[in-house]
Nanobody, 127 residues
């Protein structure tokens, strides 16, 4: 059974930083690309960033480019999301997800590509 468990969320002031982690089990982690999505209150879930199986390719949403950094450690079956210069509009539940493919493609921002999801971790940025 595939499990994705996010951690590292919390409350932070605007301009601060948080590092999210997503620990995976139940499948060969290094064989799949991974993604982070987020859902703010009253809004639909949206794509944040994705990383290829090797970590060499990444794809960021424009809203987080230059502030967020995704990375992965295949030896630890973990993907990370370093979030800097946080803004109140970054407040959301953050979800990690496992792609069905190892490499990034044009539709790597589409939820339907991802077949396993974590339960989410809350990030709240106060102004």
């Amino acid at each position: 059974q595939v499990q994705l468990v996010e951690s590292g969320g919390g409350l932070v002031q605007a301009g601060g930083s948080l590092r999210l982690s997503c620990a995976a089990s139940g499948r060969t982690f290094s064989s799949y690309a991974m993604g982070w999505f987020r859902q703010a209150p009253g809004k639909e879930r949206e794509f944040v960033v994705a990383i290829s199986w090797s970590g060499r390719s990444t794809y960021y949403a424009d809203s987080v480019k230059g502030r967020f950094t995704i990375s992965r450690d295949n030896a630890k079956n973990t993907v990370y999301l370093q979030m800097n210069s946080l803004k109140p509009e970054d407040t959301a539940v953050y979800y990690c997800a496992s792609d069905t493919q190892p490499v990034l493609q044009r539709d790597s921002d589409r939820e339907g590509r991802y077949d396993y999801w974590g339960q989410g971790t809350q990030v709240t940025v106060s102004s």
